[in-house]
């Protein structure tokens, strides 16, 4: 999304569905301000094979999540070995290197995840974001704070008030680029939702509440722009066996929260990959 996206019919249109599938009850001048401070990228190719040859060839990309499931798999290598690496939110790699490997080449997180992955995992290792001009970093809209925190990105100022209080372009590097930055658009999420995961919880009176995990969402926009997709940490049956992350010390539950629906991710992910769309790492 970007400026010449933004118009007052799209306004009007997308005001009719909850963030971050629209713009229902946020605030106008904001979101204009904001999208129209985000310029318009050529339409060039996000993703092009790592290889001399000019014949094309499948581009192969490893979505990881953060699943206890890659505790001890050893799947660092293989990872690595894809020509993109998608990694999402609190992405520890300092003491995992060989269950997660060591690449990114896209990160994908809401204002809110990367700041309480930041706070919460700085003892695991995660004290920045993953940095380097090869990097691309896409920003789902959760809500009106993801706007405050992004027009404090873009305009190099801080956010003064609530949970995200900090001046966001600290954490980036000193060279940060805008041609790096993807924020994804409403259109796009709601897409994704209704397409793939449509939770009953969207029948129910807390309907407002519910949204796709910003895993889902980076693993379905993966899925739209690479040949082939290989997900690691992502739930799985068995899920109960696994701690809730790889980087977890002492062992945790999955908790099932209401504003996520995990077990239609778990059931969407294992059709996914038994009609051969994508390979889910499963463990053995």
Not at 177 to 204: A, E, G, T
Request: net charge positive; glycine share 6%.
């Amino acid at each position: 999304m970007d400026r010449s996206h933004f118009s007052d019919r799209m306004w009007e249109r997308l005001e009719h569905f909850a963030p971050p599938f629209g713009f229902m009850e946020l605030n106008y001048s904001l979101v204009k301000e904001v999208i129209t401070m985000l310029p318009p990228k050529p339409y060039h190719k996000l993703l092009l094979a790592h290889n001399s040859s000019q014949t094309s060839r499948c581009i192969s990309c490893a979505v990881v999540g953060n699943g206890g499931i890659l505790n001890n798999s050893g799947m660092g290598q293989e990872i690595d070995s894809h020509d993109y690496v998608f990694r999402v939110s609190g992405a520890v790699i300092k003491d995992y290197e060989k269950d997660v490997g060591t690449r990114t080449s896209f990160y994908g997180f809401t204002a809110f995840s990367l700041m309480s992955s930041l706070m919460i995992l700085r003892n695991h290792g995660f004290a920045k974001i993953p940095l380097g001009k090869e990097i691309k970093y896409l920003h789902f809209l959760e809500g009106e704070r993801d706007y405050e925190w992004l027009k404090a990105l873009l305009l190099n100022t801080e956010v003064k008030k609530g949970y995200l209080r900090s001046k966001p372009r600290d954490k980036f590097d000193n060279n940060f680029n805008l041609d790096q930055y993807y924020v994804i658009h409403p259109d796009f999420l709601r897409y994704m939702k209704n397409r793939f995961l449509r939770s009953k919880s969207l029948d129910k009176s807390y309907w407002r509440l519910y949204r796709p995990t910003t895993g889902a969402f980076l693993l379905l926009t993966a899925l739209h722009l690479c040949d082939q997709v290989s997900a690691y940490g992502f739930i799985t049956d068995g899920y109960q066996k696994y701690s809730d992350h790889y980087y977890d010390k002492t062992w945790k539950r999955l908790i099932f929260y209401t504003n996520h629906d995990f077990d239609l991710e778990r059931r969407v992910w294992k059709q996914l990959h038994d009609a051969s769309i994508m390979k889910l790492y499963q463990k053995s």
